[in-house]
């Protein structure tokens, strides 16, 4: 009995066994292809190792290393009533984005951490007498919710209905003015028929107050200016800030064969730049950008929303973030984010922080 016991267990023991090797030959036939179709880099977790980190966070750590577009300055037009001799963004192209088209890029550098975005030129209240720049500013403000939204402009063509439109929506607006003798704009190009510069200067200061825009100044430092004393204009004035720049030679701008303008005549030395600042250290405002600090420490756009590395001394373009995301594009900008927080470049930009006695 104890015989037949032991016949059945080994027949049940041999049945199971079967059972499993034709498991097993069925499951080892399934993966056989697997390895011939598996990169041959693929990397292999070790035993006793902990590999380093997955994939998407060590892509997530070599995005990091990019450049943040916290402040973008967006040169969405050439076109300018002015002539300034030293202009460094001349009008070498008419074209402007359809505004949609802008306000996508837009959106797409908000979401990329843009904090603060500049309109400029060319001259930016050109364009549909300053409508294309106004709903910029108030989608920019609005709808994407920036803290700063401001604008360079020359200030000839800005008419008070548009700071009864648009004022809300804008933080600062920053008036280029290198001088207030009218003879030396002259010389210089920034005029234009018989409007006073320097008069419409104080008639835009006026209008900053009653709107609540932080009125700034930008002056460019080159031959026909750099001995003059500007203390008394700058104080009346009162600017929240007074940016002084040393002319810069940028080629196929200001300088060289493919060049619009032969600025070479302005350009002045280092010393003859620290001079003016000297001469000027008593203005609170004041803040100095030489040559060295502007090249590298600026997030420049273009017309077709490229950013433009002037590391090689003149503006290389990157491939429109339109086409490609601000990512890769913001590879190719040339820019310096160390330099730019050096230079001051980050600082107190929304109008609602900087509590001024309007």
């Not at 916290?70 to 001349?90: A, E, I, L």
Request: glycine share 6%; hydrophobic share 40%; net charge neutral.
């Amino acid at each position: 009995m104890q015989l037949a016991l032991l016949a059945r267990l080994l027949s049940f023991g041999q049945a199971v066994l079967a059972a499993l090797r034709k498991r097993l030959g069925a499951l080892c036939w399934s993966l056989a292809p697997l390895p011939l179709s598996l990169p041959l880099s693929l990397p292999l977790p070790l035993p006793g190792r902990r590999d380093s980190a997955p994939r998407p966070q060590r892509e997530q750590e070599r995005d990091d290393e990019l450049p943040t577009p916290t402040s973008v300055n967006y040169h969405f037009t050439r076109q300018c009533n002015y002539k300034c001799g030293f202009c460094f963004h001349t009008a070498k192209t008419s074209f402007v984005l359809p505004l949609e088209e802008a306000k996508r890029g837009l959106a797409m550098l908000k979401e990329a951490g843009m904090e603060k975005i500049n309109f400029s030129g060319g001259e930016p209240f050109l364009q549909d007498r300053g409508e294309f720049v106004g709903k910029l500013v108030q989608f920019c403000k609005q709808e994407l919710e920036l803290p700063s939204v401001s604008i360079v402009s020359n200030g000839s063509l800005i008419r008070k209905q548009w700071f009864e439109k648009y004022g809300e929506y804008l933080d600062i607006l920053a008036i280029s003015c290198d001088s207030f003798d009218e003879d030396v704009n002259v010389l210089i190009g920034r005029r234009q028929g018989k409007k006073n510069h320097v008069e419409n200067l104080h008639k835009l200061r006026q209008w900053c107050r009653e709107y609540a825009v932080a009125f700034k100044i930008n002056s460019v430092i080159n031959t026909f200016n750099v001995e003059e004393d500007m203390n008394e204009q700058i104080k009346a004035l009162n600017p929240v800030r007074w940016k002084v720049f040393q002319c810069l030679l940028i080629e196929g701008e200001n300088s060289g064969e493919d060049a619009l303008r032969e600025a070479e005549k302005f350009v002045i030395s280092d010393e003859d730049f620290d001079r003016f600042l000297d001469r000027h250290k008593g203005v609170s405002c004041l803040v100095p950008e030489s040559n060295q600090k502007m090249r590298d420490s600026y997030l420049i756009l273009d017309e077709y929303m490229r950013f433009l590395n002037c590391r090689n001394g003149r503006k290389e373009p990157s491939k429109s973030i339109l086409d490609v995301g601000v990512e890769a594009a913001i590879k190719f900008s040339g820019f310096d984010e160390k330099m730019f927080l050096r230079r001051g470049g980050k600082y107190v930009w929304s109008k609602a922080d900087m509590k001024l006695d309007w």
